[in-house]
């Protein structure tokens, strides 16, 4: 005897779930119009899709900076989608603001701490599974980090395609505004540290590395590479260290480790993180 699988019954699944009005009279058919077996069949039908698009780029998506009330605390999320399509999309949009939401909640130490904290009902890595059953697209959790600090200011770039969570290592009056301003200049000029000291080791010496190769390819002595390769160094620092850098809103080049000390001579970034889109 066939089931007869009502149009209510599809609408309230498709609301329950989000799913396509025809995977989901196809799920409640498979189930025998169970609608648990329905939702559960929806799932398995995410993690097919899941499997098959694993290879698919997901450079789309939505990047989401959140802090606590106290603004101590702070976390970035970034959920990759394969469309700008589904990016803008406002549901898509809410379901990315649950994950950091949970994610601010409990503050996981790690991407795949985040993965197995629970998402009402189930794990935020069994709903992107789902989710991927939903929209039809690869849909991952990309990356994540936190910081906690004194004071922790958020910002999120136009359109969710990049944000940042700054941490500062006092709170004074004039952090909520020169704070965004630092915030952004993060999003802007991609430092890769806080300061030199802070540079991974590694990365150092590639660059003395390379300056020096640079030299000696230019005909300079040898002697003189390893002077060479220090002042480019210095160089490296100041573009790609976040208190070395030239404030972008400074009219006299003042640094960002100048305009804070300008405001506190205590005052200083202690951390962050930075996430973009690509």
Known sequence: MSIVISAS???????ETGAGMMDCKKALTESNGDFEG???????????????????????????????????KGIVVRVGCETDFV?????????????????????PATKEDLLKLQLTDITVGEALVEKTGVIGEKIELSSYGKVEAAYVLPYI???????VAVGFNKVV??????????????????????????VDA?????????????????????????KIALGKLNAFYKERTLLNQEFVKANNKETVKQI???????????????????
């Open 38 to 72: 329905a939702i559960e069949f929806l799932r398995k039908l995410g993690q097919k899709l899941n499997d098959k698009r694993a290879d698919r780029e997901a450079l789309e998506g939505v990047v989401l900076a959140l802090t606590t009330p106290d603004n101590q």
């Open 157 to 163: 770039h136009m359109g969710n395609k990049a944000a």
């Open 9 to 15: 019954d599809v609408k309230r699944l498709r609301d």
């Open 260 to 278: 804070l000390q300008s405001i506190d001579k205590e005052l200083t970034v202690t951390s962050f993180v930075h996430f973009a889109l690509g």
């Open 173 to 198: 009056d004039a952090l909520p505004t020169t704070g965004k301003d630092i915030a952004m200049q993060i999003a802007a000029m991609h430092p890769i540290a806080v300061d030199k000291d802070q």
């Open 87 to 107: 990016a803008k999309n406002e549901d898509f949009v809410s379901f990315v603001n649950s994950i950091a939401q949970v994610a601010l909640q409990n503050l």
């Open 202 to 226: 590694t990365v150092v010496e590639k660059e003395i590395e390379i300056a020096k190769e640079i030299a000696r390819n230019e005909g300079k002595a040898e002697e003189l590479l390893e």
